[in-house]
């Protein structure tokens, strides 16, 4: 699957398509170095895409830039926070990052290639499009008769049920809904906040996610994993996770 890139203001997305080019440079893999980026006091992430901000397509989530670098750390053991000050790196969380136990035996670089974006239709008042991706905006955006429609859907496509998911007893099904359900991601919203030790602990917001690579975006090749990135709305540092499909 491509990757998504979401725009919160207002809710809207947009998917790429790896080898094909557009007005606009974006790109998936490369050499990080390379590509000119410094890493401070850390290793080498991988870059997985670089995106141009000036397409209108992309939101500008990193002010004063003009690329959106989402990186990932192979060369660590789990997912990280980094910092964007023009080309140099800097991660800031976890402060308990360990290395030399990579997951896999990822390449060096993962190969350049070319992508372009393109606008996907997003209704926030259609609950099958909200059940859709509720997981990266929620599901405020419907009414009450929107809600009791994105409830229906949510008895056909998940098994969460209070008796299993709720955390008290006292919560409805739509509580329980509401806080559980995650689509696209399949172990519940991702909840995160800041890992920046200057910043406070801002929750962090979703904005680009990668599943089900295709054999020329061996991301995870032969995992059901996806790469999701969130950002800090106050310090724009930005998280790279993973979580099972
Ligand atoms: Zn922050």
Request: charged share 20%.
């Amino acid at each position: 699957m491509p990757l998504q890139l979401f725009n919160h203001a207002p809710p809207s997305y947009a998917q790429d398509e790896i080898g094909k080019r557009g007005g606009f440079n974006h790109r998936f893999g490369g050499d990080a170095i390379q590509s000119g980026y410094r890493f401070h006091d850390c290793k080498p992430l991988h870059l997985i895409y670089e995106l141009d901000q000036s397409d209108p397509l992309c939101p500008s989530y990193l002010t004063g830039q003009s690329r959106l670098p989402l990186f990932y750390p192979f060369r660590y053991e789990q997912g990280c926070s980094y910092e964007v000050r023009g080309q140099d790196i800097r991660i800031v969380g976890p402060s308990w990052l360990t290395d030399n136990f990579p997951p896999w035996d990822a390449p060096e670089a993962f190969c350049e290639l070319p992508t372009r974006l393109s606008s996907m239709p997003y209704d926030p008042s259609d609950p099958q499009d909200v059940m859709a991706f509720k997981g990266v905006f929620g599901w405020d955006s419907l009414d009450e008769a929107g809600i009791k429609d994105a409830l229906a859907i949510a008895r056909e496509t998940t098994s969460i049920h209070p008796s299993t998911h709720a955390p008290e007893d006292s919560w409805t099904y739509e509580q329980t809904i509401e806080s559980c359900y995650g689509a696209p991601f399949v172990q519940g919203p991702p909840v995160a906040q800041c890992q920046n030790p200057n910043c406070t602990k801002e929750w962090l917001t979703t904005i680009a996610l990668q599943t089900e690579p295709v054999k020329t975006e061996m991301v995870w090749p032969d995992q059901f994993v996806m790469t999701y990135w969130q950002i800090c709305p106050k310090c724009k540092c930005i998280a790279a996770e993973n979580t099972c499909t």
